[in-house]
């Protein structure tokens, strides 16, 4: 579940099957650990920057995820604890997320960031070992560990954009982009829901360049609606990191320049999502 505001079929690596999570997993990892080695060399001062989210630190981005890793953990290995944590959200709506967040962020910043390793290395562990096809419970519908695991990336990429802006860092876009790309197209619809409205009964024809050059697509070639651009922007659009005007995306069809007005790839309501930069103060 991404924090959402500034205040949440690309072609399958190594050959492996979609419903092989093992890539997905790796590159979670990957992300994670590139991420880790940014933040584990702040001072304690630095643990304390205001990120572009309002109200959370570079300590409350690392406790995020840290707590988010935890729900993971337990929706994969105990479905009964998990049920627990979804009626605290129920009974909490609007603060259970920024409440996991400003828990963890009161801790020192070692102690964050050996409990975020922690976290993360048992829900890999325990993402590997599941049995194939297993769906796990999720805040919003269940989801499969090649699911599970794009879905932490996704956050794990897109707080760790807010932690590099805070601290002045540039990170590279890499190609473990495809899967927040695949995300977020499959996520269409679910985007169109979350604004009261009616999906498009069509699908879409979504083509991205991604960093490495090649291009990823989905949905057919010959669809009237059509989305093109770099991968990088997509994903910058559909985890709410940069705004539509700032982004170098192409819309063909009224239902498609919908879509990029409201896209998100994460699971819960939309969020305000951030300003153009002209307009920000």
């Known amino acids: 579940m991404l924090h959402p505001t500034p205040r949440r079929t690309p072609p399958c690596p190594r050959g492996a099957p979609v419903s092989d999570p093992t890539p997905v997993i790796d590159d979670l990892r990957e992300e994670s650990e590139e991420l880790d080695a940014l933040v584990a060399r702040l001072s304690p001062g630095q643990w304390r920057l205001a990120t572009p989210a309002p109200g959370w630190t570079i300590a409350h981005q690392i406790a995020h995820l840290a707590w988010t890793d935890r729900s993971a953990l337990l929706a994969v290995t105990d479905e009964d604890g998990f049920r627990a944590l979804v009626e605290q959200a129920l009974a909490a709506p609007d603060r259970y997320v920024d409440d996991g967040a400003e828990e963890g962020a009161r801790q020192a910043p070692a102690e964050l960031l050996a409990a975020w390793r922690e976290g993360r290395a048992a829900l890999d562990e325990a993402l590997r070992e599941s049995a194939p096809g297993t769906r796990f419970p999720w805040y919003g519908p269940p989801m499969a560990a090649a699911s599970m695991a ?86 910058l659009l559909a985890t709410q990191r940069a705004h539509r005007a700032d982004l170098a995306l192409t819309a063909e069809g009224p239902d498609a320049d919908r879509w990029l007005d409201i896209a998100q790839a994460f699971a819960g309501p939309p969020g305000a999502g951030r300003k153009p930069k002209g307009t920000r103060q």
Do not use: K, N, S
């Open 150 to 235: 794009t879905a932490r990336l996704m956050e794990t990429w897109a707080h760790g954009l807010d932690i590099a802006e805070t601290i002045g860092v540039t990170r590279p876009p890499t190609d473990r982009l495809r899967h927040i790309a695949r995300i977020g197209v499959r996520a269409r619809d679910f985007a169109y829901a979350a604004h009261g409205r009616t999906p498009p009964a069509e699908p879409f024809r979504v083509e991205l360049t991604a960093p490495g050059g090649e291009l990823w697509t989905y949905g057919p070639e010959g669809a009237g609606q059509r989305v093109t651009g770099p991968a990088l922007d997509f994903c």
